[in-house]
């Protein structure tokens, strides 16, 4: 029982020593995680002291933000054009299914944009009044010729172009 009753001991007087000094533990679990002790003011003292780090350190932050505007940049572009290519897509279909289409009041395409779809209007314009001239213009169907009986119109013709052949002498 004695051994038992140390250990109760020694717990209360670990706990009475944690609450005591809570801030030696977390300096020693500063020393612990990053391997080294380095205190604020010494840090603090070391960049004051180097001002090439602070100038670095600025650029770095400037070319950081620069390239991060250069990205930003393309994909602000990136999704014009997919919003450009959706409107296009859209007004291909419209004209194809024959829906009359002003080109003229969207103004975010391109200029080869708009040309194709002037194109396609014109194509399909041009594909309605074929059909439109192909309509009026009926072809009327021919009838096949008929089979001819023998006759006696025919029968007759035979005869009369009928040539007699010359018969050998028998004998």
């Known amino acids: 029982m004695n051994t038992a009753a140390q250990v109760k001991q020694a717990f209360k007087k670990s706990a009475k020593t944690f609450t005591d000094e809570p801030l030696e533990l977390l300096k020693s679990a500063r020393k612990q995680v990053t391997g080294e002790e380095t205190t604020p003011s010494n840090y603090s003292d070391q960049e004051a002291s180097d001002p090439q780090k602070i100038a670095d350190e600025q650029d770095y932050r400037d070319q950081k933000s620069k390239q991060d505007g250069r990205h930003l940049e393309a994909l602000e572009s990136e999704l014009k054009d997919i919003r450009r290519q959706k409107v296009f897509n859209d007004l291909m279909q419209r004209i194809q299914s024959g829906e009359d289409v002003p080109i003229?009041?969207?103004?975010e395409l391109d200029y080869e944009q708009k040309d194709v779809l002037k194109a396609q209007i014109?194509?399909?314009?041009?594909?309605?009044?074929?059909?439109?001239n192909a309509t009026s213009?009926?072809?009327?169907?021919?009838?096949?010729k008929g089979r001819q009986l023998m006759?006696?119109?025919?029968?007759?013709?035979?005869?009369t172009t009928r040539v007699e052949k010359p018969v050998p002498p028998s004998g």
């Open 122 to 132: 014109e194509a399909v314009k041009q594909r309605k009044m074929n059909s439109e």
């Open 104 to 107: 003229e009041e969207f103004g």
């Open 151 to 159: 006759g006696q119109k025919q029968s007759a013709q035979k005869q």
């Open 137 to 144: 213009q009926l072809v009327e169907p021919t009838a096949k």
